[in-house]
């Protein structure tokens, strides 16, 4: 009785606190309804024995299943970022604390139950207990990175990131710490939405302002967070919110930008405590809302309307497929077996299509390989004669310092300069791959409807079949992209090492500021030729395994039709030889089939109006 009632009294808790958003909520039904359709639609296309149906749609779920969802907390130091993620998960996760704190990546994500992950430049992994977390993340406990932390992943069971939501804490920019600030900017590329947190006071600095300019440059949806409210009244949190909205508003060339004003303490508090009145004077819930309603409107539609569109399609090919079963069934055998014949030939023409179209497609992405190497040469002959020059007028400056000194303030500069420089083509060139590649793969992936059309219609035609077929505009954003590059976090180009030219404890005698200089400049060229490989290796490793991925899946589709239109005109030549019992007992068993899979259509029609009206 007492766990009936805690659990109840837990329920309404989880009610309160969790109603975070009733669309996502309503996503989250659909996406089940559709999975439900999908299960169901698994059962008749795997009773029909159609092995490549069934592995489509079980990619499809996978996919809809696998939905991800980044979205990095940025900000100044200390304006209170960890505090602010800890309040979503209602638990002190993240370490906190006064002074510049956080100094590592940290990626969370949904897990059954807590485990933290540290993951280290050299590859190797370690799991921690939260206690200690902050030996890793802080600066405290990890100065200066002295434990060669690449970033740390916190699985955590909370329904905050559940259905692929990832949310990245990130180091505080600006503060004395600049290796901080570098991690963060590391991270910007490929964020799906970043919340740029402030707070009331200070309001927003200069070097905030600087730091927003370079965020909007990387991503396409900023959430603007006013923080520590509980600051002040309700006249002095206006004040600030309206100075802050002014500056970004002129920063961004915009004038509509929306502040949300909340406290990440209080918020976290209320959880902790249960306190329904403490969580409303938060302002957290009415953010939620909002950020809730971009989750699922910017990204949920876009994956559910792929999803649908993918399980209609499959289910029109199985529909197809008992409609051709039907007409063989109905053919006399002599003739049946000339129309199998006339298939098989059509099918010899088809089959040269296809291969004609990989062939394509893979002097395309040789192409865009080529592309990328130009590039590459033309960043170096571009980069190194400035680089060169860069460390002349650092050189200058540092001329008074002491060898050894100078050699460790020309190498830091010489590092940072060449971060610098290929953080930001790195950039421009992935957009540039990008685009070029989902060029290529929507035109090879028309080629394959064309060939999937073509084979239809052979059949449709020898069996006089007249099918309203489910043809969507294919919604192939996700699968044109560079797949490895959308979903892994973006590679930290692990420079360490590269520009320890000297042993700094033995100096050869007579070894000079000025020579120095030379041998830096001498060695640059070929630090810089082992960087470029280095990306151009992964540059074109992502390239390879998304042209892999996105065939094979093509491919299958194509498959997928071929095998089924065979299978129906094989059990139809079975029957033909079957007796009269067989031959009805296997027409009633089509025509049940046939009614399922009515029902899930009207089921993913109704879908269809649902996901319209989201
Ligand atoms: N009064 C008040 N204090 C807050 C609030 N949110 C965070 N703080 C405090 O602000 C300080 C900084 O919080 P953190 O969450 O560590 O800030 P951060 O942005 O992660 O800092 P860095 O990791 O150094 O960039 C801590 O002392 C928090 O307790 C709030 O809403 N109200
Ligand atoms: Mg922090």
Redesign the pocket.
């Known amino acids: 009785m007492g766990f009936v009632l805690w659990a109840l009294s837990e329920q309404n808790l989880a009610g309160l606190f969790c109603r975070r958003d009733v669309v996502l909520d309503r996503y989250k039904k659909i996406r089940q309804e559709l999975m439900g359709c999908i299960e169901r639609l698994v059962g008749v296309s795997s009773s029909r024995d159609n092995a490549k149906i069934v592995e489509n749609l079980r990619e499809i779920g996978e996919k809809l299943s696998g939905n991800r969802f980044h979205l990095v907390v940025l900000?100044?130091?200390?304006?209170?970022?960890?505090?602010?993620i800890?309040s979503l998960l209602g638990d002190k996760v993240?370490?906190?604390?006064?002074?510049?704190?956080?100094s590592i990546v940290t990626l969370l994500k949904y897990g059954d139950k807590e485990n933290i992950e540290i993951l280290f430049n050299d590859g190797k992994r370690t799991s921690v207990p939260r206690g200690e977390l902050a030996d890793y993340v802080t600066e405290r406990g990890n100065p200066a990175n002295e434990k060669k932390v690449k970033y740390v992943e916190v699985s955590y069971p909370s329904d905050y990131l559940k259905d692929g939501v990832f949310i990245v804490?990130t180091?505080?920019v600006g503060?004395t710490f600049e290796n901080?600030t570098e991690m963060t900017y590391n991270y910007l590329p490929k964020v799906d939405a970043a919340l740029f947190?402030l707070?009331v006071d200070p309001p927003i600095s200069q070097s905030e302002i600087a730091f927003l300019k370079d965020v909007k440059e990387h991503v396409a949806k900023i959430f603007f967070v006013q923080?520590?409210?509980?600051?002040m009244d309700k006249n002095e949190q206006q004040e600030s919110m309206l100075f802050s909205k002014e500056v970004i508003e002129t920063t961004l060339g915009s004038d509509s930008i929306q502040i949300h004003p909340?406290?990440?303490?209080?918020?976290l508090a209320a959880k902790q405590e249960k306190d329904k009145n403490l969580l409303r004077q938060s302002r957290l819930p009415e953010f939620d809302r909002v950020l809730g309603d971009f989750l699922l409107k910017e990204k949920g539609k876009t994956v559910l309307r792929s999803a649908l569109n993918g399980t209609r399609k499959l289910l029109s090919d199985e529909e197809f497929a008992i409609e051709l079963e039907r007409q063989a069934i109905a053919t006399p055998l002599e003739i049946l077996e000339q129309k199998i014949q006339l298939f098989q030939e059509k099918m010899e023409v088809v089959k040269g299509d296809r291969e004609d179209n990989a062939y394509y497609f893979e002097g395309e992405i040789k192409r865009l390989i080529d592309l990328l190497d130009r590039d590459l040469e033309k960043l170096k002959r571009i980069e190194i004669p400035r680089l060169m020059k860069e460390l002349e007028v650092s050189g200058e400056k540092y001329q008074h310092k002491s060898v050894s000194q100078y050699i460790e303030l020309m190498e830091a500069e010489l590092h940072q300069g060449v971060v610098r420089t290929f953080d930001g083509w790195i950039v421009q060139e992935e957009e540039r791959l990008n685009k070029e590649y989902a060029r290529i793969s929507k035109r090879f992936s028309e080629r394959t409807n064309e060939i999937i059309d073509a084979i239809v219609n052979a059949s449709a035609e020898l069996f006089d079949l007249n099918l309203e077929r489910f043809t969507a505009e294919e919604v192939i954003s996700s699968d044109s992209q560079l797949y490895y590059m959308v979903g892994d976090p973006p590679k930290f180009f692990d420079l360490e090492g590269a520009f320890e030219f000297f042993s700094r404890k033995i100096l050869p005698r007579g070894f000079s500021q000025s020579v120095a200089l030379k041998d830096l400049q001498k060695k640059l060229p070929e630090k810089i030729d082992k960087n470029s490989g280095r990306v151009r290796w992964d540059f074109m490793d992502r390239i390879k395994k998304s042209f892999l991925k996105f065939r094979w899946e093509l491919n299958l589709k194509i498959d997928a039709t071929e095998e089924g239109i065979k299978k129906a005109i094989d059990k139809a030549m079975v029957l033909k030889k079957a007796s009269a019992v067989e031959v009805e007992k296997a027409t009633t068993l089509i025509a049940a089939q046939y009614r399922q899979l009515e029902l899930i259509k009207e089921e993913l029609e109704a879908l269809d109006g649902t996901i319209l009206k989201l």
């Not at 200390?78 to 505090?83: A, D, F, I, L, Y």
């Not at 909340?262 to 918020?267: D, G, N, Y």
């Open positions: 900000g100044q130091f200390k304006r209170g970022k960890s505090t602010f800890n993240l370490p906190t604390a006064v002074v510049p704190l956080t804490d180091p505080g503060s901080n947190m707070a923080n520590k409210i509980d600051y909340l406290s990440a303490k209080l918020a």
